[in-house]
Nanobody, 120 residues
Framework: QVQLKESGPGLLKPSQTLSLTCSVS??????????WNWVRESAGKGLEWLGA???????AYSSSLRSRISISRDTSKNQFTLQLTSMTLEDTAVYFC????????????WGQGIQVIVSS
């Protein structure tokens, strides 16, 4: 069973850069037909898809965050990473990494989530 776990800082100041890592076990991030996603949930916006990196390394980002977001991966560690620059109070949310299986067209694995608070 594929398991995902987020790690990173829980508290940032405005203008800082968020860096979160998702560690994957029980499966490979290079598995065919899977994409590895970042999603966040906040009280004000609900569930929001941020972006993804595919099994082949291609990336896709939310248009609203395109200028601030970057997703990369380390296949040797079976991890993928979110970087979000210029954090504001509105970026306060619970951040999740998740696996989408394209063949099944389904969200099949989620991390437990990590609370990120932006505060001065």
């Amino acid at each position: 069973q594929v398991q995902l776990k987020e790690s990173g800082p829980g508290l940032l100041k405005p203008s800082q850069t968020l860096s979160l890592t998702c560690s994957v076990s029980g499966g490979s991030i290079t598995s065919t037909f899977d994409s590895w996603n970042w999603v966040r949930e906040s009280a004000g916006k609900g569930l929001e898809w941020l972006g993804a990196i595919s099994y082949s390394g291609g990336t896709a980002y939310s248009s609203s965050l395109r200028s601030r977001i970057s997703i990369s991966r380390d296949t040797s560690k079976n991890q993928f990473t979110l970087q979000l620059t210029s954090m504001t109070l509105e970026d306060t949310a619970v951040y999740f990494c998740a696996r989408f299986e394209h063949e099944a067209h389904a969200w099949v694995s989620w991390g437990q989530g990590i609370q990120v608070i932006v505060s001065s």
